[in-house]
Every structure is written in C-alpha cells, then in structure tokens.
C-alpha cells in the first residue's frame, strides 16, 4: 500500500536472530552449525573456535564445566589442559571415559583472559545447553565448579555448600563438585570430589530403577 511499517530497531533485531537462531526442535547437526555460526554475545568476536561439547550422544553421564580456556578455544575442544588431564582420570575412576560421557560448558566461547561469564553471556549461551541436554537425556548432571553450579541451579552459594548432596535439573538429578583445575590447586579436597563422583554414580543407577 506504500506505507512503510518502522519497528524499533532493538524489537526488529531481536525478532529477527530469534528466528533465525532458536534452538529448541534442533537436532545434533543443526544445533552444532547454530554454534559455530553463534554471534549472540560479544565473545563472538574474539573466539578462535566455539568449543561445542565432546562424547557420546546417548551419555548417561553429562559434565558440564565453566567456559573454555585458551587452549580450548585454540583446539575447540572441551577441558583439553592440565584440567582435563585430571577430569580424565576422574572419569576413568568410575569407569568412564571422555567418549562414553558428554562434556559441555556454560559458555562456548572463551571469555578472554579467562574471566568468569557474564551473566549475559551465560544466558545468551543458555538455549544451547538446554538443548545439549533435551538431546543427550543423561541420567546424571555433574556440574564442575562454581560457575556451572550456580548457572544451572540458580544458586549463589559456594561450591563447598552445594556439594555433597543431591540437586534436580528439570527432573535430571544433578551433583555439584570441584572444579578440576581447582583441585589441581588443593589435591586435599580431592576426597571430597571422589566422594561426590560416588553419590553421583548412585544417582544414576537409581535414575534407572
Ligand atoms: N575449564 C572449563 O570449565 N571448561 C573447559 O572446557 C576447560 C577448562
């Protein structure tokens, strides 16, 4: 009719990525080229890879940590460092393996300097997860460290407080424990951290029952 129609330019902006980035209903292939496409936060300008997650599909084990770090980025590849060196043997102590779990963060692109997330870039990455687990359907959430806890149960307690019982995510039950690069720093809290591997592994046979 030759009437031009104006949105504001924040309401257009948004309706337009919405649509073009949901991904809710996406499968693996879809949701894996949304996330090495994804500009939704500023660290999209400064990430070499976007790190998507590692494992199986079908893991009944899903680890989910903080943000990649340097070599992560550099690599795309989750926990690949010191930290993931002793995430490996973590998971081999309970008869696990990088290939038999799902290994995810919060964010799936480094933070530079390796700060902590923001809150925005959290929630920005948000949707991914959520469908990263929809997907794998795991019968047991281990959060690492006090970023991913606090993301994922909208807590702001300490580690230290969250550990050691059992958590729900959205029927999932979930078990909070030390970051690995943490106990690289305080090997005396590694107890600790096998005690909850234990209590998680009896979440997830029960999950079954
Ligand atoms: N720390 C994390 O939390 N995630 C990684 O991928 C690497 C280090």
């Known amino acids: 009719m030759g009437i031009d129609v104006w949105l504001p330019r924040d309401a257009a902006g948004a309706e337009a990525s919405a649509a073009v980035e949901s991904p809710g209903g996406m499968d693996w292939t879809e949701l894996r080229e949304c996330v090495t496409h994804c500009t939704r936060c500023e660290l999209a300008k ?4 976007t790190v998507f997650g590692v494992g199986s599909p079908n893991a009944d084990w899903l680890i989910i940590g903080e943000a990649p770090g340097a070599e992560e980025d550099r690599r795309g ?3 690949v460092g010191r930290a993931g060196t002793l995430l490996d043997e973590m998971l081999r102590a309970i008869g696990q393996s990088r290939d038999s779990v799902f290994i995810a963060n919060i964010l799936k692109c480094r933070p530079p300097n390796n700060r902590d997330p923001k809150p925005e870039e959290a929630a ?16 047991i959430i281990l959060a690492v460290g006090k970023i991913a806890a606090q993301n994922l149960l909208g807590s702001g307690e300490t580690v230290g407080r969250m550990r050691g019982r059992p958590h729900d995510f959205g029927g999932i039950p979930l078990v909070v424990t030390y970051h690995p690069a943490y106990l690289l720093r305080s090997p005396s809290q590694k107890a600790k951290s096998w005690s909850d591997l234990c209590l998680a592994t009896r979440l997830a046979a029960e999950y079954d029952a």
């Open 46 to 49: 400064s990430r070499t890879n």
């Open 77 to 79: 590849e989750p926990f």
């Open 124 to 139: 920005a990455c948000r949707q991914y997860l959520e469908r990263q687990i929809e997907l794998v359907q795991p019968k």
